[in-house]
């Protein structure tokens, strides 16, 4: 067979596959935003946010300012997320992603920024009555080792949220490392 059969080949190959996931995807139902879908969309819009950053218990907590910016993306199924600030002096900016699982009956996501070695993964649920959502996120800390933390997001109104995170200090106990303070732009 020479190249020219070959070419014709693959192209007859690349077609009839195209042809045969366009029927599979006419009989499939495809995923719709549903009701826990509004729980993404409440991050939506332009954040002006106040970190504060627990460097040791008791210490004062280093603070600095940042913007988020949360966008609904992949036809209402998810959201993304970018921020920015500093912290310890240095420009950091982190990139997010969640989504509801159907199969978890859970919210789940990813996170990178400038300060990680990598993609940290994170599971929550979310409480109406309360407007809470509780998770633990598990990724490589700065220096690549494996860390899990707690996190809490509270919505305190529409126009303003605060997200806590957890770690586990020496004696074995929740210890709040990390607060970020929301406020609307827009």
Wanted: overall charge neutral.
């Amino acid at each position: 067979m020479n190249v020219q059969h070959l070419k014709r080949a693959a192209l007859t190959l690349v077609a009839a596959l195209s042809l045969a996931g366009a029927a599979v995807a006419q009989e499939m139902p495809m995923p719709k935003p549903g009701p826990e879908h509004k729980v993404l969309e409440m991050d939506a819009g332009t954040w002006d946010a106040t970190v504060e950053m627990s460097m040791a218990p008791g210490a004062p907590p280093m603070t600095s300012k940042g913007t988020e910016v949360s966008t609904i993306g992949c036809g209402g199924l998810c959201l993304i997320t970018d921020f920015k600030s500093e912290m310890a002096g240095a420009p950091f900016h982190g990139h997010g992603t969640a989504a509801w699982d159907p199969a978890k009956k859970k919210y789940v996501g990813t996170w990178t920024d400038s300060m990680s070695a990598g993609i940290s993964v994170s599971e929550s649920t979310y409480d109406a009555a309360t407007k809470t959502s509780t998770g633990w996120m598990e990724g490589p800390d700065m220096t690549g080792k494996m860390v899990k933390t707690k996190a809490v997001s509270e919505y305190k109104d529409a126009n303003t949220k605060v997200f806590t995170m957890y770690t586990i200090g020496p004696d074995g106990k929740e210890v709040q490392s990390m607060k970020i303070s929301y406020k609307r732009k827009n």
